[in-house]
């Protein structure tokens, strides 16, 4: 069956980095569009950021940009999620996504075909 499986994340103070990765399997990995979305305590979850299929094309919301490079490897199936220079509002579940097809921007919750499990991040000030 198709699973995402996340890993990396922990806690580190304001200003440092950290990197999350995603391994997919039980599909053709090269097919979908893959995400990054978050959830903090008492917010809605929002869409962090996308890479196309293909690795080409990336999307950013106005948060994050600059700060953070979503890429991914189709020969092992991985996605990436590298965040630098965080700050407390970081501070979220992260959740590895997969867009049944493709993206032209961050995707809304309702694209979403597969969700990971889920991969803690905590930024203290």
């Known amino acids: 069956q198709v699973q995402l499986v996340e890993s990396g994340g922990g806690s580190v103070q304001t200003g440092g980095s950290l990197r999350l990765s995603c391994v997919a399997s039980?599909?053709?990995?090269?097919?979908?569009?893959m995400a990054w979305f978050r959830q903090a305590p008492g917010k809605e979850r929002e869409g962090v950021a996308a890479?196309?299929?293909?690795?080409?094309?990336?999307y950013y919301t106005d948060s994050v940009r600059g700060r953070f490079t979503i890429s991914r490897d189709n020969d092992k199936n991985t996605v990436n999620l590298l965040m630098k220079s965080l700050k407390p509002d970081d501070t979220a579940t992260y959740y590895c996504?997969?867009?049944?097809?493709?993206?032209?921007?961050?995707?809304?919750?309702?694209?979403?075909?597969?969700w990971g499990q889920g991969a803690q991040v905590n930024v203290s000030s």
């Open positions: 039980g599909y053709s990995f090269m097919a979908n569009c």
């Open positions: 890479i196309s299929g293909n690795g080409i094309r990336t």
């Open positions: 996504a997969r867009i049944a097809g493709t993206c032209f921007s961050v995707p809304k919750e309702a694209s979403i075909a597969t």
